[in-house]
């Protein structure tokens, strides 16, 4: 999730909603979902990487207005299963000392969301 001095990187993997007659065993590996023949049955969210800003000396990305607060925990999830037409899924970025703006689209639900959301408060959940 997180580099040392580079931008964080965040993929996540959600039940494809479209597809939802998937059942995972207990007992399997989820690992073999993902790598495997079922691949189809889950909708791969990666982050959007930022880019370096020669001016500000920051990654910065583009919110459109929505965020106007530097931080390492702004991002932005794209869904990669469309192939060349990704689409955003989550936006999340600082507005303030201590709020945050969170937009939420298909196929992510708003607790699904807030889910991701959090795990990126703690960066010693997912070191790399």
């Known amino acids: 999730m997180f580099g040392a001095k580079a931008p ?14 998937i059942a995972i065993e207990r007992e399997k590996d989820l690992k073999e979902y993902f790598e495997g023949p079922n691949r ?16 500000l ?3 910065a990305l583009n919110f459109r207005g929505r ?9 932005i ?3 990669l299963t469309l192939g060349d037409n990704t689409r955003e899924a989550l936006l999340f970025g600082r507005v ?17 969301a807030f889910q991701i959301v959090i795990t990126s408060f703690d960066y010693k959940i997912a070191c790399e």
Request: with cysteine; net charge neutral.
């Open 96 to 112: 303030g000392d201590d709020t945050f703006n969170m937009d939420v689209a298909y196929p992510l639900s708003p607790l699904l």
């Open 8 to 21: 964080r990187r965040i993929k996540a993997y959600i039940p494809n909603p479209v597809l939802d007659k």
């Open 77 to 79: 999830l794209e869904d």
């Open 40 to 55: 189809d049955f889950f909708c791969e969210l990666t982050n959007r990487a930022p880019r370096w800003n020669s001016t």
């Open 67 to 75: 965020v106007d607060k530097p931080s390492v925990k702004n991002f």
């Open 57 to 59: 000396k920051v990654y």
